[in-house]
């Protein structure tokens, strides 16, 4: 399988490969800007629709969301630099995640931000804590794992799961969160799972989730402000084509909308990551060596599974669909040879695909991965064998915007003085 890729976008990667060196990624912004605008044309009017940026926290693609009007899905305190140096007031942005610290939420008011999602009771009464002794009160959605069953592959709901309060537990949790002084629920987030199938199953986490505001809204006599609905919209990783249709949304989204009752006043939120920058970024890397053994043909690249595809350690390995280039034209299809195509890290595992029919490659010809603007480099196995991330570059209409390398490497860290006096004492 060879992915099809345009003349001049050809052209362009074999230029900026020369100056800019190999591997590459590479991302149009022209193309998130397509796909920010299709997906908000969607959503019912009214609607907000938040950027994750888990999915790719270059600063180009955050920059470019918050100009086009999206709010920020944070997880950790390097997510929030990355969202406010982007731009992004505190007040547009929403910071999600089981497991907050407490330092990472005192780091979050501090910067300005007080909308965050509450995983768990203790996740609530951390917050609660950190709100008061700072004088303000945190704008709590919380996320909801529904008791309906899951719809997605990678559930994150439906099913026992960290994310989220069980919906039963809080059905009987309206005196307990009427305590907490430093909380103003502002409503429910009920993210389902990523990579939905299609827009049948998208509508149907959407409704579960609207089901749930009902009775959850009636539950703790609440009128929720915001109902955060998630997301899962599905986008190819790493293979070429594109994602389902999801143009019959509009229409079936904007029935669901108003056939609302309790929550009918509540502004919905929904969140995006891949869909958002899962088309605009392609891997672009160079074959270093072809060789045989025992019967098979190995295409050996300058890049691996520490540039894309970490998330296989999750089980799935990822069949990348790769394409094939010679000094800026494509590399003639003529006789396909089956080629097993891995990275040049120590590990089996560096394995890209296996038995791909590709045209007949040597040393120098540069190859390329679509569809990896989402959870590409971040989300792979970075630190392994300690090679430098490639750089990132990021362009509109074929005109360089930034280029940047994602920071690597240890640095020295101070041990505290307090430690260093424990273990000079125990030093025999
Ligand atoms: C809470 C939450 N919101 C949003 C996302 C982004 O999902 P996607 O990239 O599929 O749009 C995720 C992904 O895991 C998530 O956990």
């Not at 009007?69 to 505190?90: H, I, K, N, Q, R």
């Not at 040393?363 to 390329?368: L, S, T």
Request: proline residues 7%.
């Amino acid at each position: 399988m060879s992915a099809p890729v345009s003349l001049p976008e050809l052209e362009r990667a074999a230029t900026w490969l020369e100056v800019y060196g190999s591997p590459l990624y590479i991302y149009d912004l022209g193309e998130v800007e397509r796909r920010a605008r299709a997906l908000t044309a969607l959503l019912p009017e009214g609607s907000r629709l938040l950027f994750s940026l888990k999915a790719n926290p270059l600063p180009a693609i955050a920059e470019h969301l918050c100009r086009l009007g999206c709010d920020a899905e944070v997880s950790s305190t390097g997510e929030l630099a990355v969202a406010l140096s982007a731009g992004f007031p505190p007040e547009r942005v929403l910071y999600t995640g089981p497991g907050k610290s407490a330092e990472e939420v005192r780091t979050a008011l501090a910067a300005g931000v007080t909308g965050f999602s509450a995983e768990s009771w203790s996740d609530l009464e951390r917050l609660d804590r950190a709100a008061r002794s700072a004088r303000l009160r945190a704008r709590v959605l919380l996320r909801v794992n529904p008791s309906a069953p899951p719809v997605a592959r990678l559930a994150m709901s439906g099913v026992s799961s960290q994310f989220g309060f069980d919906e039963a537990e809080l059905l009987e949790g309206r005196a307990r969160l009427e305590a907490l002084e430093g909380i103003e629920l502002k409503g429910l987030h009920i993210y389902q799972g990523t990579q939905l199938a299609d827009v049948p199953a998208l509508l149907s986490a959407m409704q579960v989730a609207l089901q749930v505001g009902e009775r959850l809204s009636d539950a703790l006599g609440v009128a929720f402000q915001v109902m955060d609905l998630g997301g899962g919209f599905p986008w190819p990783f790493a293979t070429p084509g594109v994602g389902p249709d999801l143009s019959p949304l509009r229409e079936a989204l904007a029935q669901l909308a108003a056939g609302r009752e309790r929550t009918a006043a509540a502004t919905l939120w929904f969140e995006s990551g891949r869909w958002l920058c899962g088309a605009a970024g392609t891997l672009w890397a160079t074959v270093m060596d072809v060789k045989r053994s025992k019967g098979k043909q190995y295409v050996i690249l300058d890049t691996g599974i520490h540039h894309l595809g970490g998330m296989s350690g999750l089980g799935r390995v990822p069949l990348m669909g790769i394409g094939v280039a010679r000094g800026g034209a494509e590399v003639p299809s003529g006789a396909l040879e089956e080629v097993n195509v891995v990275g040049p890290l120590c590990t089996p595992l560096d394995c890209f695909a296996r038995n791909l029919r590709l045209p007949p490659l040597r040393a120098g010809d540069r190859v390329f991965v679509p569809n990896v603007g989402a959870y590409g480099l971040t989300a792979s196995l970075t630190g392994f064998l300690s090679r430098p991330p490639p750089l990132e570059l990021a362009h509109r209409n074929g005109e360089l915007t930034s280029v940047h390398r994602l920071r690597w490497g240890h640095e020295a860290h101070a041990r505290p003085a307090a430690a260093r006096s424990i273990l000079s004492e125990e030093a025999p």
